[in-house]
């Protein structure tokens, strides 16, 4: 289970403590130092009645393909972490907001996933997002239990 | 081996072949029907200099991400032809120019590339075109044979 990082701004733990590891590694300037984990998390996080408001009909917005990177980027993290595998995210997304993410390790497949209406990326609650990346997570270690030796081929 | 397609016009083979039918399938207008094979394949085609004279910090041309997209998507399809498996190819390219392709059957990885210098894709003659696609082709098909079940599993 996840605990979301709490109100008093305590340290984000589980999948979503990976995910605020992921933002801040890519925080070359240190701008977001001064921010708590759940600021850095807030972004995730959309009402329903907010994202039926954003066009889908525009360009992708290149901070929220960043979100979107950085999500695929912690689950990836997470995977590593439980398996010992190392693996490479690999983004594809159109400008209409269509695309595929693949996570793989050695020649294995350990995640593949099709995006849609990628300008309306978030997740209802923080633990909706938690929830979800840890999902993945869950269901990428049993790929790889099942494959360890793909996952390993480095051919 | 491949043949190239001919100075007289004639049609491509092999790889070339495959290449040629992507290239048209993509072309929902119709606009290249009165081409010949040659003259679809020659942007595929760039001497050392040309290639020299590309400047690579400029942001890729979406021509140019359309013939990298192209090639490889042409190798997915002379994969399938070999093997019978389903494949699925993903690029994700940064605005520099660099980046990664991944083409997958069910869990397996059958080709994984680094792209760097994007702009500056091509090849010295139609005979490097065809031999580097049906190289990755011959390379792909090992890989579903040694892991026939990977490619099948669809979990």
Not at 112 to 133: K, M, W
Request: charged share 25%; with cysteine; aromatic share 8%.
């Amino acid at each position: 289970m996840t605990a979301p990082a709490d109100a008093a701004g305590g340290k984000a733990e589980g999948f979503l403590r990976d995910l605020v590891d992921q933002l801040r590694a890519g925080d070359t300037y240190g701008n977001l130092d001064r921010l708590p984990d759940e600021a850095l998390l807030s972004p995730f996080v959309l009402t329903r009645e907010q994202r039926r408001q954003i066009a889908i009909a525009c360009d992708i917005d290149a901070l929220v393909e960043g979100r979107v990177r950085s999500f695929y980027q912690a689950v990836a993290a997470s995977i590593e972490k439980a398996t010992g595998a190392v693996t490479t995210t690999v983004l594809d997304l159109n400008h209409e907001g269509f695309g595929r993410v693949v996570i793989f390790a050695g020649r294995l497949v350990v995640l593949s996933d099709v995006l849609r209406d990628v300008q309306r990326f978030g997740f209802n609650t923080l633990e909706d997002l938690g929830a979800r990346g840890e999902a993945f997570v869950t269901a990428a270690v049993k790929h790889v239990d099942q494959w360890k030796e793909v996952a390993r081929d480095d051919s």
